[in-house]
């Protein structure tokens, strides 16, 4: 396995990466224990790089280390997702006001516009899982867009826990008709430099976003309760 640059990951790194796609896919169950050595064994590899891993993934909120008894795989609560809304929807929406202020020309803004096209072909398949990874190069490529590195420092701490909330609800909410045509508007609002109505319109998505994927998430723990 190699990373972006094709160089060799580390055992840490892998060890991050593979940890994350079973927790984000679900092979590894919110609310299930996991012994430091079942992990190790069932990658592959020493204890040392995945009790590293799992500091990491723990800073991220995907799970909960625990002495002697291993690590904890946390499950996607209603009132996480709540707070995380809140910072995301702020942050992001100023990444958009100050992404339309920056003046991009279309060469700038072409990964924005692939990634609109690509949200807009998926629906048209009925392809809700390729619509999620338009939706999520979407807002990835906003936050660079924005210009503030502290700001995507942040946000990149808490957007695994809305992939696993958007991954557990992607099938049980209306189409995404609606976030297209938001998306739509924030991009032609960047292109014609419109920070305040960029700003607004992404805000009042993230809000939207927030209100139908906390209502799941509460529906989805009371059925199980």
Same mark, same amino acid.
């Given at each position: 396995?190699?990373?972006? !640059?094709d160089?060799?990951?580390s055992s840490s790194q892998?060890a991050?990466?593979?940890l994350?796609?079973?927790?984000?896919?679900?092979q590894l169950a919110?609310?299930t224990d996991h012994?430091?050595?079942?992990l190790?064994?069932? %990658?592959g590899m020493?204890r040392?790089?995945?009790?590293e891993?799992a500091? %990491?993934?723990e800073?991220k909120?995907l799970?909960e280390?625990?002495? *002697?008894?291993?690590?904890?795989?946390?499950p996607v609560?209603? /009132?996480?997702?709540?707070e995380?809304y809140d910072?995301?929807?702020e942050l992001?929406? @100023?990444?958009a006001q100050r992404a339309?202020e920056?003046?991009y020309?279309?060469k700038d @803004?072409?990964l924005?516009?692939?990634?609109l096209?690509r949200m807009?072909?998926?629906?048209e398949?009925? /392809?809700l899982e390729?619509?999620?990874?338009?939706d999520?190069?979407f807002?990835?490529?906003?936050?660079? %867009?924005g210009?503030?590195?502290?700001l +995507?420092d942040i946000?990149?701490?808490?957007?695994?826990?809305?992939?696993r909330a958007r991954?557990?609800?992607?099938?049980?909410?209306p189409?995404?008709?609606?976030? !297209?045509?938001?998306?739509?508007?924030?991009?032609?609002?960047? *292109? /014609?430099?419109?920070? /305040?109505l960029?700003?607004s319109r992404?805000?009042?998505?993230? +809000? +939207?976003?927030?209100?139908v994927?906390?209502?799941? %998430?509460?529906?989805?723990?009371?059925?199980? @309760?």
């Amino acid at each position: 396995m190699t990373d972006s !640059n094709d160089k060799p990951l580390s055992s840490s790194q892998r060890a991050v990466h593979e940890l994350r796609q079973m927790i984000l896919t679900g092979q590894l169950a919110a609310g299930t224990d996991h012994l430091e050595s079942e992990l190790a064994a069932h %990658l592959g590899m020493s204890r040392t790089p995945v009790r590293e891993a799992a500091l %990491l993934l723990e800073s991220k909120g995907l799970l909960e280390m625990r002495p *002697r008894k291993g690590v904890r795989i946390l499950p996607v609560s209603p /009132d996480d997702m709540r707070e995380i809304y809140d910072v995301l929807t702020e942050l992001e929406s @100023l990444a958009a006001q100050r992404a339309a202020e920056a003046g991009y020309g279309p060469k700038d @803004l072409t990964l924005l516009t692939e990634s609109l096209h690509r949200m807009e072909q998926a629906l048209e398949k009925d /392809d809700l899982e390729a619509w999620a990874e338009g939706d999520e190069m979407f807002h990835s490529e906003l936050v660079r %867009l924005g210009g503030n590195k502290r700001l +995507q420092d942040i946000v990149s701490m808490m957007i695994d826990q809305v992939r696993r909330a958007r991954s557990s609800t992607l099938f049980m909410r209306p189409k995404p008709l609606k976030s !297209n045509e938001d998306h739509r508007v924030v991009l032609q609002a960047i *292109r /014609d430099g419109d920070a /305040d109505l960029a700003r607004s319109r992404h805000h009042q998505h993230r +809000q +939207q976003a927030k209100d139908v994927i906390i209502s799941l %998430l509460e529906k989805h723990r009371l059925r199980q @309760l």
